[in-house]
């Protein structure tokens, strides 16, 4: 009998320690519950699983309670994390690697799209005889924010077509109604600039598209390989400081990425503020349908991704030598494939 109890104790004691990682994995002590992320543009489709896993409560369902503020443009949002305004930025990958050749280190640690999702169109009105890039030259560009990735976009077609970034004059428009206006008036000649803006303004004639990473092959056509996009990065100190309150982030974002593998359009726009829309449902719905496959599935950051970033940035901007940058250090898997396994993105 007592043989028989021992025996039992010890069952006992091993499946509980088999267990054990698997309680410790999904309830680590957050370092941080209250966490602010800035990001660039919320209504625009770059950031729509941020928006996903807010609306639907995977970041409170992690234990977060976390604080977004929205700015102009990724490099706003970008100011606010590196001034330490905000713990974390939803914002485009690159960026880690122009802050590395400040010498100051942040990393990605959840993807959230695995193209820009950026197309370049020029003004039907303003430039009704546009024959090439070229003609671009004195002309005002409307981006989201100077210094953004829809700066980068412009940036990298206009050095493609032999000119560079000072020949034009580069003007922040946002990513919403005030982008819409800002070409529609004329204060623009061409815009760079995500979805559902661009193909509002092109459905309705406003504008020629003349690069475009809305697509997987088109990203590839442009960039000459694959090219992460959104991601949330925080500084290197924050991660080492704060590793599981970034795995339940990584969680909340992966969680909704798996939320919109079979979500419909009809999902989407009940899940989505009705502001994001621009009043017009059914131009969001055919902008959704273009994106979708731009938006990321599992989280991970591709390992030939960063390479490309490096080399479109280096190809425009001196200042980053391609030498010098450990991209390693840019960003980090090992979250994300926690959240995927669970989740099984």
Known sequence: MLHRRTLISASAIAAATIAL?????????????????????????????????????????????????????????????????????????????????????????????????????????????????????????GVSAPGSSTNMVANLMLSRGGLKANDVSFIGVGVAAGALTAL??????????????????????????????????????????????ACLYASSEFIQKNPNTCQALANAIVHGLKWLQTAGPGDIIKTVPETYLLGDRALYLASFDKVREAIATDGMVPTDGPKTALAAIASFDTSVKADKIDLTKTYTNDFARRAKDRFKA
Do not use: W
């Open 21 to 141: 990682p698997r309680v410790f994995a999904q309830q680590a002590k957050l370092e941080k519950t209250k966490v602010s992320i800035a990001v660039g543009g919320k209504a625009a489709f770059y950031y729509l699983p941020l928006t996903i896993s807010e609306q639907l409560g995977y970041f409170k369902a992690e234990g977060l309670d976390v604080e977004i503020s929205d700015f102009a443009g990724g490099a706003r949002a970008l100011q606010a994390v590196v001034g330490g305004s905000a713990d974390v930025c939803s914002g485009a990958y690159e960026h880690t690697i122009n802050l590395q050749a400040k010498n100051q280190f942040f990393q990605a640690f959840v993807l959230q799209g695995r193209a820009p999702q950026i197309a370049v169109g020029v003004s039907t009105k303003n430039m009704p005889g546009y024959t090439g890039i070229q003609d671009l030259k004195g002309k005002k560009i």
């Open 184 to 229: 529609r008036s004329g204060q623009i000649d061409a815009i760079s600039n995500t979805d559902p803006v661009m193909t509002m303004l092109e459905q309705k004639g406003d504008v020629k598209i003349i690069t475009d990473t809305r697509t997987l092959k088109g990203t590839q056509q442009v960039f000459g390989g694959t090219m992460p996009a």
